[in-house]
């Protein structure tokens, strides 16, 4: 307000304030003024790079007016917000997707090409935004993308690293990590270094008596890092509503302290400092599914959480409201438990410097948070160590044994003839060292906690979290079951299909509401439609089959089967059950008659996905499946019959060539395991089947899609414990197929056997812990059905088609909108009309 231009000045700021383009010829304008003023280039130094430059500027001109307009909008408002708190945003490219969101998809087209260059190739010297491992991190993008579209004012709050997840390279078969510096030019970001945040570590905590005899605590002679704003647009679909998302960048804070050794002569240390603040937001570990505790970690969490919270408290300030009415203001969402440390940080402002008591402190903090959970694995569930979190953050640990304290008092109020049960829903596990169950904490700290699909959310009810239903009852837990953006992974993956269903509907409104997308099932028996439905799919195997001979220099026939596993590499996602299965296939067709053979159905086998860089097994699979390929490929007896890819360094932009070409892809998780899976949503909604487990979102899909058009197989989740005991304890045969395949493997094929051992006695000689060898004949049977399904490609046809119609539960619009309702209790705030008041 204090820097508001007067009143008489104003007519002339209105007259020259920024506007939009809105025909090819002003686009041109402003790419052209972009590229020889801002970039310094000219039309005699103007490449491929320049102008994707050039025109990644001048739609950031455009989202910054509407995006100036929203967040003046919601500030007026004063209404409840969101906060979706997340150490991972995997955003992958941003030009496409502004572009479809503003609908200037077609006039940049235009312009582009009377400037000389192909929208594709523009779009493509785009680096993807990697800010994260995999499906958490995607889901939150795809939740910013619906929260703008659905109008809902709400923020995304991240860190921005200097490094995103790893790129990845395969050399001689085996995974190498390299770093992903990905802000050489990053246009879409805003630095706010006005915007600014002094977070504390280490120090001690004094405790005194003030003058109303009431116990004070100061957390005091702490190390200080700043933490520097980065802001980015997120733009709707087809409304003006723009979002922010805000990455936290670490520097030195420039107190007396650094000056002191600068100015000693101690330049070297000052120097050190400032790169040891620095590593704090360097980068993203690469970590989807197991906990290592690292000290370096613990402080990234709290970097980001007590910035953020500073930064949405001091939001809330400005509105002078009481504190009773943070909750009706604020909400914020935890994704996963990697921002639990917000919790305590809440508490800790409202006690130690606003002067709250206790309880009212308290049950604001429980009112505003809300905590989804993404996983059961118990390597895979945050603990912190109690001596580290006492020396990074003294004061937090005094909160979280004192919200402990209260709550197990709670506890043996309410059941006291069941004692045992404190040491196990106890915040502090009793061990040495003592650890911080930081899911527990989330758990008591919110007023709801959510899973991630239908099955997902029952086990954690039945689970790891049993006790906690008896206590709290069982109206905390809820499920929202994940959903997908289909702007970017139908309308921005699948321009043609999407351009095919809206010539059917009339328009892109089921872009908006999914749901929409049942009308299509009346076209099922047109031939025009399906023909056109089926051409795309071909052409999108085509253009896959391009960029693999390109990029892995494997031909690959585009009327083969293309089946396709792509997700990070896991033991309980079963990437080696499915090469298991390629190598028995493989067996399989060098045993047949040349006659026989001739009536295989032809088929490529795509394998994409990390692998965490300290995960052995994981990595053996990759390397696996690279000499398996290496063998099969090169086999001249196979041919066109089978095929293994193995495509490097999967990511979003990626996906969405990988996504549409699919016929089957493999979602084949051991029943119980992977919380819901998003990645199956993506393939069916672009016409492709699905193998899988009855896991996660898999059964919903079948719900949905209906039986006859999915290929389930594969133990059940309640089954799972029993037959684990059995490899142990039960006299259990290894199937024979199987067997053949490991002998295979042992006898050479596929280079030293020795380094596949591991691999292979995780299943024959310890326990199987995933069930391979319990699923396989299942497995192998289901993709032998497939096989046969294929052949009739008119009745593919109608399982792919049919299936598409009925996906259209799976937006992550629904999502938003039930978190909005059943969680956040916000309302959207629609923009005003353009041109409008
Ligand atoms: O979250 C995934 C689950 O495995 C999927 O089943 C689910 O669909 C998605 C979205 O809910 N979890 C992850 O992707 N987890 C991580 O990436 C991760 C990252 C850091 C630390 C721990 C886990």
């Known amino acids: 307000v204090e820097a508001s231009i007067p009143e008489p000045q104003r007519a002339a700021w209105k007259k020259y304030s920024a506007k939009e383009f809105t025909t090819p010829d002003e686009f041109e304008q402003a790419v052209v003024k972009h590229i020889e003023t801002t970039l310094a280039r000219s039309l005699f130094n103007c490449d491929e790079a320049a102008a994707y430059s050039g025109t990644a500027l001048a739609f950031r001109d455009r989202l910054v007016i509407e995006w100036n307009r929203t967040q003046q909008q919601q500030t007026l408002a004063d209404q409840k917000r969101v906060y979706y708190l997340s150490l991972e945003f995997l955003m992958g ?20 090409s009377e400037l000389g260059f192909r929208m594709e190739d523009i779009v493509s010297q785009e680096r ?3 800010l994260g491992n995999g499906g958490l991190g995607r889901l939150a993008a795809c939740f910013l993308d619906s929260l703008a579209t659905l109008n809902y004012p709400a923020w995304g709050y991240a860190l921005r690293y200097k490094y995103g997840i790893f790129r990845q390279e395969i050399i001689d078969g085996y995974q ?20 600014t945040v002094d977070v504390q570590f280490y120090g001690n905590v004094r405790k005194y008596m003030d003058e109303s005899g009431k116990q004070v605590s100061v957390w005091e002679n702490g190390e200080i890092v700043t933490a520097v704003a980065y802001d980015a647009p997120v733009p709707g679909y087809g409304t003006r509503t723009t979002n ?20 000693s002569g101690e330049y070297e240390a000052s120097v050190a400092d400032q790169q040891r603040a620095e590593t704090i937001s360097a980068v993203l570990y690469p970590n989807d599914s197991l906990e290592r505790g690292k000290e370096l970690r613990l402080k990234q969490q709290y970097f980001w959480c007590a910035a953020s919270l500073y930064d949405i408290v001091r939001r809330f300030k400005k509105s002078k409201k009481a504190w009773k009415d943070f909750p009706n203001q604020v909400a914020i969402q935890l994704n996963d438990t990697h921002p639990t440390l917000a919790i305590p940080e809440l508490q800790r402002i409202l006690i130690d410097q606003e002067g709250l008591e206790w309880d009212e402190a308290w049950s604001i903090v429980q009112s505003t948070f809300g905590y989804t959970n993404h996983t059961v694995l118990p390597e895979a569930l945050e603990k912190w160590s109690v001596p580290l979190i006492q020396h990074l953050l003294p004061r937090h640990l005094q909160i979280i044994y004192d919200i402990n304290l209260n709550f197990l008092q709670y506890v043996e109020r309410n059941f006291p003839k069941e004692r045992d049960m404190l040491s196990r829903v106890s915040i502090i596990e009793e061990s040495n060292p003592k650890m911080v169950r930081m899911a527990y904490l989330a758990l008591i700290g919110s007023h709801k906690v959510n899973g991630v699909a239908e099955l997902h959310s029952d086990l954690i009810k039945t689970t790891i979290f049993k006790d906690f239903v008896k206590i709290y009852g069982p109206d905390k837990f809820t499920n929202v079951t994940n959903g997908i953006t289909p702007r970017r992974w139908l309308h921005q993956a699948n321009p043609r299909l999407s351009e095919l269903i809206a010539s059917k509907l009339g328009s892109y409104d089921y872009l908006r509401d999914l749901t929409l997308l049942h009308k299509i099932e009346a076209y099922v028996d047109d031939k025009e439609f399906r023909k056109a439905f089926q051409d795309i799919k071909y052409a999108n195997k085509a253009r896959l089959a391009a960029y693999t001979l390109e990029v892995q220099g494997i031909k690959v026939n585009p009327k083969a089967l293309f089946d396709i596993q792509v997700k990070r590499i896991h033991e309980y996602k079963r990437q080696q059950l499915n090469i298991f299965g390629v190598i028995h296939r493989y067996l399989e067709l060098k045993a047949m008659s040349p006659k026989d053979r001739n009536k ?7 394998f994409g996905g990390k692998a965490a860089p300290g995960y052995w097994m994981a990595k053996t699979v990759i390397h696996l499946i690279n000499q398996v390929s290496k063998v099969i490929n090169a086999d001249k007896e196979i041919g066109d019959l089978l095929k293994v890819v193995f495509l490097e360094d999967y990511n979003v932009s990626k996906a969405e060539i990988i996504i549409p070409a699919s016929d089957i892809s493999e979602h084949i998780s051991t029943a119980g395991t992977e919380a819901s899976g998003t990645s199956n949503m993506k393939f069916v909604l672009n016409g492709g089947l699905v193998i899988g487990t009855c896991d996660g979102a898999n059964i919903e899909i079948t719900r949905e899609v209906g039986e006859d058009n999915i290929f389930l197989f594969g133990n059940l989740s309640e089954d799972v414990e029993d037959l684990r005991h059995q490899h142990f304890y039960g006299d259990f045969k290894l199937d024979p197929m199987l067997q053949k395949v490991f002998d295979t493997i042992k006898s050479g094929m596929f280079g030293d056997a020795g380094q596949f051992s591991a691999l292979v006695n995780s299943i024959v000689e310890h326990g199987d812990y995933y069930l391979v060898s319990d699923d396989f004949k299942s497995y192998i049977d289901t993709q032998k059905l497939i096989d046969e399904a294929y052949k009739d490609q008119e009745a593919w046809l109608t399982k792919t088609i049919t299936s598409v119609s009925r996906m259209g539960f799976f937006s992550s619009d629904r999502c938003i909108d039930e978190y909005a309702e059943m969680i956040w209790n916000v309302e959207p705030l629609t923009p005003p009309k353009q041109n409008g008041a």
Not at 245 to 262: C, P, V
């Open 93 to 112: 490219r941003a030009l496409d997707n502004a572009m479809l969101n503003v609908g200037m998809k077609d006039v940049a087209r235009k312009g582009l």
């Open 128 to 130: 993807d935004a990697a």
């Open 176 to 195: 190498v990590e390299v770093p992903d510096y990905w802000l050489d030019f990053n246009p879409w970001e805003f630095p706010r270094h006005d915007v």
């Open 244 to 263: 922010n998302l805000r990455l936290w960048s670490s520097k030195a804070s420039h107190g007396e302290f650094d000056f002191t050794k600068f100015n």
């Open 600 to 606: 295989v159905q032809p088929r490529v086998s795509f």
